[in-house]
Antibody
Framework: QITLKESGPTLVKPTQTLTLTCTFSGFSLSTSGVGVGWIRQPPGKALEWLALIYWDDDKRYSPSLKSRLTITKDTSKNQVVLTMTNMDPVDTATYYC????????????WGQGTMVTVSS | SYVLTQPPSVSVAPGKTARITCGGNNIGSKSVHWYQQKPGQAPVLVIYYDSDRPSGIPERFSGSNSGNTATLTISRVEAGDEADYYCQVWDSSSDHPVVFGGGTKLTVL
């Protein structure tokens, strides 16, 4: 059974760097094809894809946020970490991580999400 | 980057059929995934690769994709189907490979 869970601060100040951790079980990020993605959702708004990392360390970023995002993996800890620099109130959102069995596949299992508020 | 267009809202009476569209340029050449999201919950995959259903998703949920429109069809709609629905594609030719539609609020009358 695949599960994912996001963790990180609930409140960050403008200009700070956000670090979110996705801890997963039921699969390995060393298995060929597997990926973990980050998706966010501002309150009352649509889903927005942020980043993906694959088993072979291939990384993809949303072009509009690429300069602010870094995604890394720790296969031994079953974790994926997303950092977002220079946080702004418009970055207030629920942040989700999700499992992708292979590039182009659907995000078949999602974490519960973690709400991050950006405010001074 | 690739753009997916969904109607903001669709309303349907219980027992009837709901159709939620997802428009995109030649979307029929891409694979479309659909997610259901109820208030306060994470999205749940309901259709993948245009028309396949994950285990546990009722047969009432089906999908199709042709030309410039993909469609999620929910037959015999129930009150519990009321939710937001999002389509998503993988655009392999783009530097923005994962694209979500703007979402459709399904209201069961």
């Amino acid at each position: 059974q695949i599960t994912l869970k996001e963790s990180g601060p609930t409140l960050v100040k403008p200009t700070q760097t956000l670090t979110l951790t996705c801890t997963f079980s039921g699969f390995s990020l060393s298995t060929s094809g597997v990926g973990v993605g980050w998706i966010r959702q501002p309150p009352g708004k649509a889903l927005e894809w942020l980043a993906l990392i694959y088993w072979d360390d291939d990384k993809r970023y949303s072009p509009s946020l690429k300069s602010r995002l870094t995604i890394t993996k720790d296969t031994s800890k079953n974790q994926v970490v997303l950092t977002m620099t220079n946080m702004d109130p418009v970055d207030t959102a629920t942040y989700y991580c999700a499992h992708e069995a292979a590039a182009g596949d659907a995000f078949d299992i999602w974490g519960q999400g973690t709400m991050v508020t950006v405010s001074s | 980057s690739y753009v997916l267009t969904q109607p903001p809202s669709v309303s349907v009476a219980p027992g009837k059929t709901a159709r939620i569209t997802c428009g995109g340029n030649n979307i029929g050449s891409k694979s479309v995934h659909w997610y259901q999201q109820k208030p306060g919950q994470a999205p749940v995959l309901v259709i993948y690769y245009d028309s396949d259903r994950p285990s546990g998703i009722p047969e009432r949920f089906s999908g199709s994709n042709s030309g410039n429109t993909a469609t999620l069809t929910i037959s015999r709609v129930e009150a519990g189907d009321e939710a937001d629905y999002y389509c998503q594609v993988w655009d392999s030719s783009s530097d923005h490979p994962v694209v979500f539609g703007g979402g459709t609020k399904l209201t069961v009358l």
